[in-house]
């Protein structure tokens, strides 16, 4: 079989190339995000049955109101799951972007040298390259043609090959890029459910929280929850501190060296401490009157307004020892900074710590909501040492 035969099949088989398409993930292989979607709309679900018992029941509208404070605080973690998700979609869209640009202008490249080697090819078949071997004026320059022509045919079929890889590399890059742009449109039209379902759960939430303000019996109602939330959350801060071997054991090692390390400095910086965040303070620590039913509660924090969706920010290094929902203060986080000190932050809408997460000073905990609140958005800031409450204001930086 003579030169031209094999060169112009690789030319047929270079143009008849199929395209060489990813196989999509299996349907058991979810990535973490998905799970954790999963999961939250399981809860959700769950939730969603015991508000509607509750409702059947008639057992008040403070339980439905911590309902769809949970529901709500499950719905803003999903999206923010979600994206995330999109977040990394779009990076990979824009890498697979460059990749394929790059890989086109390297074909380019390729297809121009293939084209004149197949020139070459051409004009030298097998007759055509006897005549000039022929016409050499001398024995070294007729081996040195042949070695030439040799080299040539091996160069071309080297730049067949890499044209082949170059592009089946193209196709898996065109087609990686089609499932990461189908990706990115059901995200995003999967975040644009979750968040009309965030807004009619905050709107049913607003409407029940209403109702509880102008009835006088379920605000008095609800300020007694109160003084008992306060009560549990001295109780919590006790608990913490008499099982503080048992958590100092789950630790790792190298995070619990570094807490150990604390001993003493929350202490010694009294009044340096950063805010937890910025804004107006509506009730201060110790008694305050509501002006409805002129009922004294004792707040053993202080009640800061700030916007809804405001970082709160961690006042200083420390453990997360519990995240929980509390009655009447809603999405709640405790920090360990040693020594039987705590700082208990509350009515967050959004947490964005774990449990047992070393956290430093400036560190974002999560953001200032209404979960738990009759009175909109803010934080509740708590200061706690050897078991008793601490007035912030006199550990915190003078504003």
């Excluded at 990115?184 to 975040?191: G, I, N, T, W």
């Excluded at 029940?208 to 801060?237: D, F, H, P």
Aim: aromatic residues 8%; contains cysteine.
């Amino acid at each position: 079989m003579n030169y031209r035969i094999n060169l112009t099949s690789a030319v047929l088989i270079f143009l008849l190339l199929p395209v060489l398409l990813f196989a999509q993930e299996k349907s058991g292989q979810l990535s973490s995000a998905r799970k954790q979607l999963q999961q939250i709309r399981s809860e959700i679900s769950q939730l969603q049955g015991e508000l509607s018992e509750t409702e059947e029941k008639l057992e008040g509208e403070l339980s439905v109101a911590e309902n769809l404070d949970k529901q709500i605080s499950l719905v803003e973690k999903a999206l923010r799951l979600i994206k995330g998700e999109i977040d990394k979609t779009s990076a990979n869209i824009k890498s697979l972007k460059g990749e394929i640009k790059v890989l086109k202008d390297q074909i380019e490249g390729l297809q121009n040298v293939f084209g004149k080697q197949i020139v070459f090819a051409y004009k030298h078949q097998r007759g055509k390259q006897l005549q000039w071997l022929l016409g050499s004026e001398s024995l070294h320059q007729a081996l040195v043609r042949y070695m030439y022509f040799q080299k040539i045919s091996q160069q071309a079929r080297s730049y067949f090959d890499r044209l082949v890889e170059k592009k089946n590399e193209l196709a898996k890059a065109q087609a990686k890029l089609q499932q990461e742009l189908d990706e990115q449109q059901r995200l995003a039209s999967e975040k644009q459910r979750e968040q009309k379902g965030l807004e009619a759960k905050q709107s049913e939430r607003k409407r029940v929280i209403t109702r509880i303000t102008k009835n006088r019996n379920l605000l008095s109602g609800a300020l007694e929850k109160k003084k008992k939330s306060y009560q549990e959350l001295e109780r919590l801060i006790a608990e913490l501190e008499r099982q503080r071997g048992e958590r100092q054991r789950q630790l790792s090692p190298e995070i619990l060296v570094r807490w150990e390390k604390l001993t003493g400095d929350f202490a010694k910086n009294k009044g340096k401490h950063n805010w937890p965040v910025t804004g107006k303070i509506v009730h201060g620590f110790g008694k305050y009157r509501n002006p409805q039913l002129k009922t004294v509660l004792n707040n053993t924090g202080i009640d800061i307004r700030a916007e809804k969706g405001t970082a709160v920010r961690c006042i200083f290094q420390g453990i997360v020892s519990l995240i929980t929902y509390m009655s009447g203060f809603g999405n709640t986080v405790i920090i360990d900074h040693n020594n039987g000190y705590y700082t208990v932050y509350t009515h967050l809408d959004e947490v964005r710590v774990s449990k047992f997460q070393l956290l430093e000073a400036g560190d974002v905990i999560g953001s200032v909501g209404t979960s738990g609140s009759l009175e909109g958005a803010m934080l509740h800031f708590e200061i706690y040492g050897a078991n008793k409450p601490l007035n912030p204001l006199t550990w915190l930086k003078k504003m």
